[in-house]
């Protein structure tokens, strides 16, 4: 009786450096035909996905500039950028619901000392067609889609959010990668409502246990928000004033994109700049996840 020959099982590392490669290769080419431009689309262009902003201005135009690009430089394809409802913050008695917190608050930071709110930005969505407007969705950040800790419960959070990972801050869109990271709502809902915290400067604050930034304000961008009238009141003298960012902010574009193109072309020979890395070591983690 003869018997067949079966080849070595497929090594699990292995499976996984492919799944990653093809990813990362998906998107490569789908930045090729962006190249010199941002991810993010205008809602305008977005047919069939209808939603309505209560108060403020079209997520379209950043946060109320009205160029249609973002006056803070973290999101600069425009969209809010902001935590969503339920979201938990850390601070010095524990975490604390977004919404839950008051101007006068305390909040820890990355940086050290624990710093009172000044403000509280909202920005209000409510969808009136079938579907909802892909800059509008938030992006989903799995239990653990980090490393073996962070965040430690589900982090959804604006597309145009960053995180602070590596020494750099990242948008959240610029993480996505079809399984830890992906654009999602907990639920079905008619209606998204996003915080987004405002300190004296631009910091880094813990949400579900991951950095994430506080509002970078620049140049009267907190028009943008719902609630914009409040901080005018509150702080006329700084209507016109402009943060210095907590750390360097990237993106996939220009040269950045540029840099991303040849690793891929080198096969990874490159050194990966602090976006590339972070993006191939959560999207790495993602399928190991997966599988």
């Known amino acids: 009786m003869s018997t067949q020959k079966r080849g070595p099982p497929i090594n699990e590392t292995r499976r996984h450096i492919l799944g990653l490669t093809v990813a990362i290769g998906a998107r490569?080419?789908?930045?090729?035909?962006?190249?010199?431009?941002?991810?993010?689309?205008?809602?305008?262009?977005?047919?069939?996905?209808?939603?309505?902003?209560?108060g403020g201005s079209n997520p379209g135009k950043g946060h109320g500039n009205g160029n249609g690009k973002s006056g803070n430089g973290s999101n600069p394809g425009g969209g809010p950028m902001c935590l969503l409802r339920?979201?938990?913050i850390m601070t010095p008695?524990?975490?604390?619901?977004?919404?839950?917190?008051?101007?006068?608050?305390?909040?820890?930071t990355v940086r050290g000392p624990a710093m009172p709110i000044k403000w509280i930005g909202r920005h209000v969505y409510r969808r009136s067609g079938p579907i909802w407007n892909e800059q509008v969705v938030p992006v989903r950040i799995a239990r653990f889609a980090?490393?073996?800790?962070?965040?430690?419960?589900?982090?959804?959070?604006?597309?145009?959010h960053a995180l602070y990972l590596d020494g750099v801050l990242i948008r959240a869109t610029d993480l996505v990668n079809g399984t830890s990271i992906t654009p999602a709502l907990p639920d079905a809902r008619d209606t998204i409502e996003y915080f987004q915290i405002v300190l004296d400067t631009h910091e880094v604050v813990l949400a579900e246990g991951a950095p994430v930034e506080t509002f970078l304000l620049a140049d009267c961008n907190y028009e943008g928000f719902t609630n914009f009238v409040?901080?005018?009141?509150?702080?006329?003298?700084?209507?016109?004033?402009?943060?210095?960012?907590?750390?360097?902010?990237?993106?996939?574009?220009?040269?950045?994109?540029?840099?991303?193109?040849?690793?891929?072309?080198?096969?990874?020979?490159?050194?990966?700049?602090?976006?590339?890395?972070?993006?191939?070591?959560?999207?790495?983690?993602g399928y190991q996840l997966a599988g």
């Open 146 to 160: 980090i490393d073996g800790q962070r965040p430690h419960r589900e982090l959804y959070l604006s597309a145009g």
């Open 28 to 54: 490569m080419a789908a930045m090729g035909s962006l190249a010199g431009t941002l991810l993010s689309s205008s809602p305008a262009k977005a047919e069939g996905k209808a939603w309505w902003k209560i």
């Open 230 to 285: 409040e901080f005018a009141r509150l702080y006329p003298a700084d209507h016109y004033m402009s943060m210095t960012p907590f750390a360097p902010i990237v993106g996939y574009a220009g040269r950045e994109h540029f840099k991303a193109m040849l690793r891929l072309a080198s096969g990874g020979l490159i050194r990966p700049s602090p976006l590339q890395g972070a993006y191939e070591r959560i999207a790495a983690r």
């Open 93 to 108: 008695s524990g975490e604390v619901r977004i919404e839950a917190l008051r101007i006068g608050d305390l909040v820890a």
């Open 86 to 88: 339920g979201t938990s």
